[in-house]
Every structure is written in structure tokens, then in C-alpha cells.
């Protein structure tokens, strides 16, 4: 019903930027919290990100400053902005999205991001 297409990621340097998208159908996108979580290697998932309906935003404290979350909504896309990057950044990035009408959330199927020394 709801389907998340993740694109974007890659191979990096230290310093370097990248924007990872995220394209939703299927729910009404204005009114989904959209999130982005990443999972490193060997390590719990994480949450990187929150975008809420109404505009705020949270952020783990290691991305603070370097990660911006946002979305265009006439795209039904959310986008995760990724600056000063660094290699303990690189993970599999998730698109993550609560969909208040099925009462669940749904998930991306991840993309890739490296981040080379």
C-alpha cells in the first residue's frame, strides 16, 4: 500500500556531501513523520533523523549541524542533506515513514553511503 524508494547514496571522501532521497506513494505525504535511521556494520540501527508533519525536527547528536532533514511535499519526497561527512557516517541509510490512516510505519529498502579516509 505504501512503498519508499530510497536513492542517492554512494561512495564519498572525508569532507565531502551527499543528498539521499526518499520518494513515497501510496499515503497522504503531508501528514506522514517521516524519519531516516542508518545501520553501520556490526551496530544497533540508529536514528539519524526526524521530520514531523508540522515542520520539526530532530537530530542525533553525532549528525548535529551536518545532517539536515526536509521534504517537498508536491514530490512526495524526503530528502536527507549529508555535509562534512566522515567515515564513521558510512552505514545503510533507511527512509522511514508513519502513516497516521494505516496506523504503522513503513520502510525504505536502503541505500548504501561510504565514506572514505
Known amino acids: 500500500q505504501v512503498r519508499l524508494v530510497e536513492s542517492g547514496g554512494g561512495l564519498v571522501q572525508t569532507g565531502g556531501s551527499l543528498r539521499l532521497s526518499c520518494a513515497a506513494s501510496g499515503s497522504i505525504f503531508e501528514l506522514n513523520t517521516m524519519k531516516w535511521y542508518r545501520q553501520a556494520p556490526g551496530k544497533q540501527r540508529e536514528l539519524v533523523a526526524v521530520l514531523q508533519s508540522g515542520g520539526s525536527t530532530n537530530y542525533a547528536e553525532s549528525v548535529k549541524g551536518r545532517f539536515t532533514i526536509s521534504r517537498d511535499n508536491a514530490k512526495n519526497t524526503v530528502y536527507l542533506q549529508m555535509n562534512n561527512l566522515r567515515p564513521e557516517d558510512t552505514a545503510v541509510y533507511y527512509c522511514?515513514?508513519?502513516?497516521?490512516?494505516?496506523?504503522?510505519?513503513?520502510w525504505g529498502q536502503g541505500t548504501q553511503v561510504t565514506v572514505s579516509s
Open positions: 522511514n515513514a508513519f502513516v497516521p490512516v494505516f496506523l504503522r510505519d513503513f
